[in-house]
T-cell receptor, first 112, second 113 residues
Framework: NAGVTQTPKFRVLKTGQSMTLLCAQD?????MYWYRQDPGMGLRLIHY???????AKGEVPDGYNVSRLKKQNFLLGLESAAPSQTSVYFC???????????FGPGTRLTVT | DAKTTQPPSMDCAEGRAANLPCNHS???????VYWYRQIHSQGPQYIIH???NNETNEMASLIITEDRKSSTLILPHATLRDTAVYYC??????????????FGKGTLLTVNP
């Protein structure tokens, strides 16, 4: 099993550009999450999904959109990137009935 | 979710036991204690969780006080690779529609040679 993978690992965007971050898991997990992590702060939840076709807002959803068209994939979109979105983004997944989340390796995004 | 309090940093000598405390005085009866860690530049990693009994796995032991208001994560023989930020999280196991984990700032454990 590859576990949770994230694409890309690094990206530099100019302000106003758009991009999509891809998270994939091969563990047949129902739940998937997108977090961001900034220096000196813990992880903050952006959006999450409790199953294919469903998404919900987390703590810091503004400026992001998500989609879960397939159970194994969870996409995070930035329609118009801003410097405040410079961060490290982590995806995670878990199965039903447990809070043991499996995290991906992260995507380091810089918006100039 | 109950709030947790952890020291911002701790040091430990390699080969010795590392004891990381967590205070969760407002924990309710159906809330579990979870521990994760994050090694520099990597995604967080699950370590262990428990409700009221002490738990042990291949990575660590979790000691929860009888009143459940605090707990201690024990790494029995710390190695340099255990240097990481350790997060203590309290959360109900099921129920409700919001299944997120709330990560605070954690404890930076530095294992010294």
């Amino acid at each position: 099993n590859a576990g949770v993978t994230q694409t890309p690992k690094f990206r530099v965007l100019k302000t106003g550009q758009s991009m999509t971050l891809l998270c994939a898991q091969d563990m047949n997990h129902e739940y998937m999450y997108w977090y961001r992590q900034d220096p000196g702060m813990g992880l903050r939840l952006i959006h999450y999904s409790v199953g294919e076709g469903t998404t919900a807002k987390g703590e810091v959803p503004d400026g992001y959109n998500v989609s879960r068209l397939k159970k194994q994939n969870f996409l995070l979109g930035l329609e118009s990137a801003a410097p405040s979105q410079t961060s490290v983004y982590f995806c995670a997944s878990r199965s039903t009935g447990t809070y043991e989340q499996y995290f991906g390796p992260g995507t380091r995004l810089t918006v100039t | 979710d109950a709030k947790t309090t952890q020291p911002p940093s701790m040091d430990c000598a390699e080969g010795r036991a590392a004891n990381l405390p967590c205070n969760h005085s407002t924990i309710s009866g159906n809330e579990y204690v979870y521990w994760y860690r994050q090694i520099h530049s990597q995604g967080p990693q699950y370590i262990i969780h428990g409700l009221k009994n002490n738990e042990t796995n291949e990575m660590a032991s979790l000691i929860i006080t009888e009143d459940r208001k605090s707990s201690t994560l024990i790494l029995p023989h710390a190695t340099l690779r255990d240097t990481a930020v350790y997060y203590c999280i309290v959360r109900v196991a099921s129920g409700g529609s919001n299944y997120k984990l709330t990560f605070g700032k954690g404890t930076l454990l530095t294992v010294n040679p």
